[in-house]
């Protein structure tokens, strides 16, 4: 069956092809969530509440992208402001702790590559880091991602290339080790 | 050409290193997809949905309405009227910040708990549960959605302000078990208009 026929027919309220255009989608779905949140109850409540909007909109679904890059749009949506929401309530947190005196230990062993890389990649501005881990990790074109975030193509290649750059300033300090 | 070479490596090795950020475990499908089928089986259409937040809201901003006119109208004064158009941003402002809240403080609760920190939750759970009640006494809660939302909403903070700081680890994963089952989030969320919510950080009502 192809998409147009799968579409009319979750148009039309039929439950089986709301499955199978779920079937079809929710593992990049999934995973996209999951690349941006890090965390699983985070992943799994994004990519609920990106098909059930999806099921809810997909009379306003003109056919003019994909489906699938129609949905990627409501996920980083989804994603992003739920990511949001979670940073503005540690903010909040931190707050409290820090007004209780309450701080964190340092680490003290030295971390490895991987280690560093993961917070080299936390602290990249959202912007760099969706486009990051969304071509660099997940695999998307930039047309993808400029269809998905509402910015243009050259955008998406700049925030790439900015992203690189500012890991690879991140981790300058190793480089010469891991080579050797 | 050395340093081409090790430019190239480098760029290998951060790739290879960037595949293993917040790897993905496989999909739970069935376990999403039954949330997703019970959440649009209880989430009213869309148009229902905007009546029932407009209703609450109304409700909610009757009830505050009386309150405030009744302590600016004061002992003596005959025939006070409310005045519905200021009261009814308030009560917009009031019920739509509520709602937005609570969601908020539940997303960060599940998010926090891998992390361990649920030291702050209790009393912001008190002052949320606070709010719940009013709303639960107002006309707002004569819609028996809103009523069932409020309700399901009542008993989750109430689990979460019992909770014990720091040593409560098992009982937080049991409240966010139940909060699945009953699909709280979701039916939270359908319950929110969409568009901007007007954000205050301080204070509970």
Not at chain 1, 134 to 163: C, N, P, W, Y
Not at chain 2, 43 to 68: C, E, F, H, K, S
């Amino acid at each position: 069956m192809d998409e147009r026929d799968l579409i009319n027919r979750v148009r039309a309220g039929d439950g089986s092809a709301e499955r199978a255009l779920y079937d079809a989608h929710v593992d990049r779905v999934y995973r996209l969530a999951y690349r941006l949140a890090g965390d699983d109850a985070l992943a799994q409540d994004f990519t609920q509440e990106t098909f059930i909007r999806a099921f809810e909109k997909l009379d306003t679904f003109r056919g003019d992208s994909a489906l699938s890059t129609w949905l990627h749009t409501i996920t980083t949506t989804v994603v992003l402001n739920g990511l949001r929401k979670v940073k503005r309530f540690h903010r909040r947190e931190a707050d409290l702790e820090a007004a209780d005196g309450v701080t964190g230990g340092r680490r003290e062993s030295e971390p490895d590559l991987k280690v560093r890389l993961r917070e080299a990649i936390d602290a990249l501005p959202q912007g760099y880091r969706t486009v990051f881990v969304m071509h660099d990790i997940e695999g998307f074109t930039h047309e993808e991602i400029g269809v998905a975030l509402g910015v243009e193509t050259g955008t998406s290649k700049a925030q790439l290339s900015r992203a690189r750059a500012k890991l690879r300033e991140s981790l300058a300090d190793f480089r010469g080790e891991w080579i050797a | 050409m050395m340093m081409d070479n090790d430019e190239a490596k480098f760029e290998r090795l951060l790739q290879d290193a960037a595949k293993t950020y917040n790897v993905p475990r496989p999909t739970p499908r069935e376990e999403m997809w039954a949330r997703i089928k019970a959440s649009r089986v209880r989430r009213p259409q869309p148009w229902l949905r905007w009546g029932l937040a407009a209703a609450a809201v109304l409700l909610v901003g009757i009830g505050i309405g009386r309150v405030t006119s009744n302590q600016s109208a004061g002992p003596g004064t005959a025939g006070a009227t409310p005045d519905t158009t200021g009261s009814a941003l308030v009560y917009r402002v009031a019920a739509t910040q509520y709602l937005s809240r609570t969601e908020t403080f539940l997303t960060g609760f599940r998010a926090d708990l891998r992390a361990g920190r649920v030291d702050a939750f209790p009393g912001q759970a008190r002052d949320l549960l606070a709010t719940s009640r009013l709303l639960l006494d107002s006309p707002a809660a004569d819609d028996p959605r809103m009523r069932a939302l409020l309700e399901d909403l009542e008993l989750v903070l109430v689990q979460i302000s019992q909770m014990e700081a720091g040593r409560d680890r098992r009982n937080a994963d049991l409240i966010t078990q139940d909060m699945d089952q009953r699909n709280v989030l979701p039916k939270l969320r359908s319950a929110i208009p969409a568009g901007p919510v007007p954000v205050r950080t301080q204070g509970a009502t």
